[in-house]
């Protein structure tokens, strides 16, 4: 059944979606591992629908219009936020407590300008899986990428007209005797300055 409805996402943006924006988001997605066993949990919380940048949103939205894009996932909590003109959510990305993404989106007088995640995940499987659907997509969305000197892996696209910047970076540190290990990603978003 899940093949099903992976093929079925697959077919519908492909060939449901009308712009070249869509069109490189759904060969994106169809380049995903089907056979993944996170992959929906990367799917459900990318929310790749081809005309926005990350979960429904886009750049220069405002705050209000973000707001209510991730309060309408159940999966989403606001938290207070430290920073002014910055919004802070907490995802869930499983049923188990421990795997969560804390997403901060900034704000300027023009609009939403960054958005940075932070994710923490409960085994050094889901790590490795995550980044490894966040590298696919991004090499067939956004292009091929590359490494910067700290490690990130960046990339960079015109969507909706605008220049966008990403990177990932997983992270996976092992055990030790004194420490439980650390396993997750991050990705960022922002608008060049």
Request: charged content about 30%.
């Amino acid at each position: 059944m899940k093949k099903i409805s992976f093929l079925f996402l697959c077919v519908f943006l492909i060939f449901g979606c009308k712009d070249s924006d869509s069109k490189k988001s759904a060969a994106a997605v169809a380049a995903l591992d089907s056979e993944d066993p996170y992959l929906k949990m990367f799917t459900e919380f990318m929310m790749i629908d081809g005309k926005s940048v990350f979960r429904g949103v886009n750049f220069d939205m405002t705050e209000d219009e973000v707001k209510k894009i991730e309060h309408s996932y159940e999966t989403s909590r606001e938290n207070s936020s430290e920073k002014m003109q910055e919004l802070f959510f907490e995802v869930d990305l499983s049923s188990e407590l421990l795997d969560f993404a804390d997403i901060r989106y900034s704000f300027d007088e023009k609009g939403l300008y960054f958005i940075n995640v932070e994710s923490y995940l409960t085994s050094p499987e889901k790590s490795k899986s995550f980044y490894k659907n966040l590298e696919s997509y991004f090499n067939s969305a956004y292009g091929k990428g590359e490494y910067a000197d700290d490690g990130f892996l960046e990339f960079e696209t015109t969507k909706n007209g605008k220049k966008i910047q990403a990177a990932i970076k997983e992270v996976n540190i092992a055990p030790t005797e004194k420490d439980k290990g650390s396993y997750g990603f991050y990705l960022l978003y922002s608008l060049p300055k």
